[in-house]
């Protein structure tokens, strides 16, 4: 007859389990609920998203997607764009009975909901007008009427889109409207919104759930269940998404010890938001997937290594706005005849050993050049590096070698080589 674990030998066991398949043995053994919120909680890849579709929620390779599906009738015909919505995981709101948004209402969903009591008649005839020129406008660009339509103000922001562009605009305004019309005429739509979890495992295998409950009830559930009353939560790399909105996060994660930040928009309030989850600021590194908007903010400058993808301007110009120990640049699409001058300006700032800059380039004769140049300032040691000493007994090491890391989709006819030159301050 077997034995049962000790709490020590159990405690060890969960600790080193695949945070998934520790919330599934949590959820199929009740019993031993409390040990395991109270042992160290570790994640390789942790992923917060919300876009117009559903909050998503990414655990290793186990996907959470979670939003409001429309479900209609059999034998109903269901419009693309609500068919689009319902593929992808639903929408990140709830909606009333005649089919309107109410993202921050408490009141209930569905049949039960009251009838708004004032119509706003001014933002109706508005949303009729936009469609109407929408209309007219997508008829003038498929070649369907041969006058501009006199509505300038409205087309002139469609002016430059695809036709598919045109499409989604037109079907998302005609939705809206007919959401209005339903209001207007105390009418409820022909579907049923409903809250809907999509599980995901990294085989593709999914696992549904429905509820007639809000989607925020429910999120707060799916929240609870993962992170609530945890000890420690322990993530070696944690993104954030959140382009549309301002992020709110959960307050069930909270205090997240992270070792890397990846950010794809960041404001000062998507900051402000992002450093109240996080427990152990300055973190050992930062990457921006868009540009450096806040420099200066305590998550950015206090990173030990900062990782830039876009830039606003140069190299030269970007490298006097940060002050971390060690940056990246992704890519400089500005390219410069020469870096010789920005790498002297950072050799000026007087970094200590083990410091670094970097920046990824396509093609050689940038480089060649900059190494050219700074042989005036130093000892080209062989073809690739150039020994620059400095006042300290320090040294800047300059070099280049093949990079192979760029996370991009290159073109299949692009034969140009990809560059890292990079810049570091070493022991003589």
């Not at 830039?311 to 390219?335: A, C, T």
């Amino acid at each position: 007859m077997s034995e049962p674990l000790s709490y020590g030998s159990m405690t060890t066991i969960l600790e080193k389990t695949e945070a998934n398949k520790r919330f599934e043995v949590a959820r199929q053994c009740p019993s031993i609920d409390k040990a395991e919120r109270a042992t160290p909680l570790w994640i390789d890849y942790l992923k917060l998203q919300r876009e117009s579709g559903p909050s998503i929620l990414k655990i290793n390779g186990t996907t959470y997607t979670i939003g409001t599906v429309r479900v209609y009738p059999e034998r109903v015909d269901i419009p693309s764009w609500h068919e689009t919505d319902n593929e992808r995981g639903g929408v990140f709101h709830d909606f009333d009975q005649f089919g309107m948004n109410r993202e921050n209402d408490d009141s209930e969903r569905g049949p039960q909901m009251e009838p708004e009591v004032d119509f706003d008649w001014e933002q109706f005839e508005w949303d009729e007008m936009h469609f109407h020129g929408q209309s007219l406008y997508i008829d003038y660009r498929g070649y369907r009427r041969s006058d501009y339509p006199d509505l300038t103000g409205i087309t002139m922001m469609y002016k430059n889109d695809g036709y598919v562009d045109w499409i989604d605009s037109l079907q998302s305004s005609k939705e809206e409207l007919q959401n209005q019309y339903n209001t207007r005429d105390n009418r409820r739509v022909p579907y049923k919104p409903m809250s809907q979890l999509t599980v995901e495992s990294p085989n593709g295998e999914k696992r549904i759930k429905r509820s007639s409950k809000k989607l925020h009830e429910c999120e707060n559930k799916l929240f609870k269940r993962l992170f609530a009353n945890r000890k420690s939560i322990n993530v070696q790399c944690l993104e954030i998404d959140y382009p549309y909105d301002i992020p709110n996060f959960h307050s069930d994660l909270k205090k997240l010890k992270v070792q890397e930040l990846k950010l794809g928009f960041t404001s000062q309030e998507v900051l402000d938001s992002v450093e109240q989850l996080i427990d152990n600021v300055p973190l050992k590194k930062v990457t921006l997937k868009k540009y450096l908007e806040c420099p200066e903010h305590n998550i950015i400058k206090s990173a030990e290594t900062l990782e830039i993808s876009h830039l606003h301007g140069s190299i030269s110009r970007e490298l006097r706005r940060v002050e971390n120990r060690k940056v990246i640049f992704r890519e400089d699409v500005y390219e410069e005849n020469s870096y010789s001058d920005a790498i002297r300006r950072w050799i000026e700032k007087k970094h200590p050993i083990g410091s670094y800059c970097s920046v990824i380039l396509k093609g050689g004769k940038a480089i060649s050049r900059t190494m050219k140049e700074l042989e005036s300032d130093g000892i080209r040691s062989d073809q690739r590096c150039v020994n620059i000493q400095n006042d300290d007994g320090s040294m800047v090491r300059v070099t280049y070698e093949p990079d192979n890391s760029m996370d991009r989709v290159t073109n299949e006819l692009e034969t140009e080589p990809t560059w890292s030159l990079k810049w570091e301050v070493v022991a003589s």
